[in-house]
């Protein structure tokens, strides 16, 4: 639940250790991260792309992370067997990174495996048993109350509640586990918050982005295009997929290509679910809208100056590598929900 530029930042390290371990493979490395990283990146809340696409389309968060995951996980693993092609077909050796300070500053003493894993998981924990909890309140016999556990476990698993006690799970981790001071983590809280900052800037943008194109209209045109058409939700699916990867290409960030998508698609949508004429769960399109804003990334695209520069790779090599899994991964996504 956490947004690509940030996955890739912690584990590029581990791609440059595996290589210097082994002395092969390093653009498998690279690109494995990558894979996991994006489409999770764009198909799993609580990263705010879907999660905020889930919320324009007024579906379950759960939900979503459970169809987000379905074709989540076998799309990362269609990613990993493009890695290796990749890999087989331009084989590129590790260069130093300029300053090579990261790499000399390693950590000594690190938590168990679980322990690192939890600040990841609880968010996503908190939030599917909420789901279910609800599922299961909806469905309990007359004489069986479970509004009052439900009504809590919705106070809990709220994802920026969830979100917050992951990362005040962070900082005692962080506080026990290395023994910084105070000011220590101060400092280290300051970094995240910079880094932060950034993501809360992109989201806000697209979002307002989204509300700016809604003003002039244009989700009224869109509908207006497609209005009538007896495919109902088949023509729904195609314009989710145009428009992603053309708001994608045009400006870069996958976050703002699923924010203005959505706001655009759920005009015309709506309506067919409302008359029950859009022929399937309208969660489906969360991971439509998600998986094809990977398609097209290019110099505009922050995640790919991130591939680029933390992997030391030329931008001709970035485009070759980098690009191409992209959109690979981007129609895999489509293709799977499209199945489902």
Not at 74 to 99: F, H, T
């Amino acid at each position: 639940p956490v947004f690509f530029d940030t996955v890739f930042y912690l584990l590029v390290p581990l791609a440059r250790s595996l290589y210097r371990s082994t002395g092969k493979n390093y653009l498998l490395y690279l690109t494995a991260i990558a894979a996991g990283g994006a489409i999770t990146h764009t198909l799993v809340p609580p990263t705010p792309g879907p999660l905020l696409v889930a919320n324009e389309l007024g579906v379950s968060i759960g939900t979503v992370m459970l169809i987000g995951l379905a074709v989540g996980f076998p799309s990362a693993l269609v990613g990993l067997v493009a890695s290796a092609w990749l890999n087989r077909i331009m084989p590129i050796e590790m260069r130093p990174l300029s300053g090579d300070q990261s790499e000399q500053n390693e950590l000594t003493t690190l938590p168990s495996l679980t322990l690192s894993l939890l600040p990841v998981l609880l968010p996503v924990l908190l939030i599917t048993i909420t789901t279910i909890a609800g599922v299961l309140s909806a469905r309990a016999p007359d004489d069986v109350n479970l509004s009052s556990v439900h009504s809590w476990l919705k106070l809990i698993g709220n994802p920026n509640t969830a979100m917050i006690v992951a990362a005040l799970f962070s900082i005692y981790l962080c506080k026990s586990v290395q023994g910084h001071s105070l000011k220590e983590l101060a400092e280290h809280i300051e970094d995240a918050l910079l880094s932060g900052g950034v993501i809360i800037l992109i989201t806000a943008a697209g979002g307002a982005f989204g509300a700016l194109l809604a003003m002039t209209q244009i989700q009224d045109v869109v509908k207006t295009i497609f209005e009538g058409n007896e495919r109902g939700g088949f023509v729904v699916l195609v314009v989710a997929f145009a428009l992603a990867s053309i708001i994608k290409v045009a400006q870069g960030s996958s976050t703002v290509s699923m924010i203005i998508t959505s706001s655009l698609v759920a005009s015309i949508a709506t309506p067919l679910v409302e008359s029950g004429n859009l022929g399937f769960h309208p969660a489906y399109l969360v991971p439509v809208i998600g998986a094809v804003s990977l398609m097209g990334s290019w110099m505009n695209d922050s995640g790919f100056w991130v591939f680029a520069k933390m992997g030391v790779l030329t931008e001709g090599e970035t485009l070759r590598s980098w690009t191409v899994l992209l959109a690979i991964l981007s129609v895999t996504g489509f293709l799977l929900t499209l199945a489902m």
